[in-house]
């Protein structure tokens, strides 16, 4: 069993950054591949940004791609989501993901790919 915590949310402007983090707790949680998506009132969960457990494969949505970085560190069993120049449309609660991958050079971008999810975290983008 792995238990994710998410962090880092809040109110910013349009054009601001924040950073999310995910603490990961549990068996083996640093070997996980891990992702971030999010949920906007009255959509459905979208996916933002995936990492593979090794570090080195990272993906993206079109949405955020080259705003958003996600990044990991094993020792720390911790993920983090640099979110810079926020959109309004960035406006949603923030979920953590985390599934044993098949390979440690795996990343996932579906939703029901992952087995562990965090409470979330939101993020509200103001004009």
């Known amino acids: 069993q792995v238990q994710l915590v998410e962090s880092g949310g809040g109110l910013v402007q349009a054009g601001g950054s924040l950073k999310l983090s995910c603490a990961a707790s549990?068996?083996?949680?640093?070997?996980?591949?891990m992702g971030w998506f999010r949920q906007a009132p009255g959509k459905e969960r979208e996916f933002v940004a995936a990492?593979?457990?090794?570090?080195?494969?990272?993906a993206y949505a079109d949405s955020v791609k080259g705003r958003f970085a996600i990044s990991r560190d094993n020792a720390e069993s911790m993920v983090n989501l640099q979110m810079n120049s926020l959109k309004l449309e960035d406006t949603a609660v923030y979920y953590c993901a985390a599934r044993n991958p098949y390979r440690g050079s795996y990343y996932y971008i579906t939703s029901s790919e992952y087995e562990y999810w965090g409470q979330g975290t939101q993020v509200t983008v103001s004009s």
């Open positions: 990492i593979s457990w090794s570090g080195d494969n990272t």
């Open positions: 549990g068996r083996a949680s640093n070997t996980y591949a």
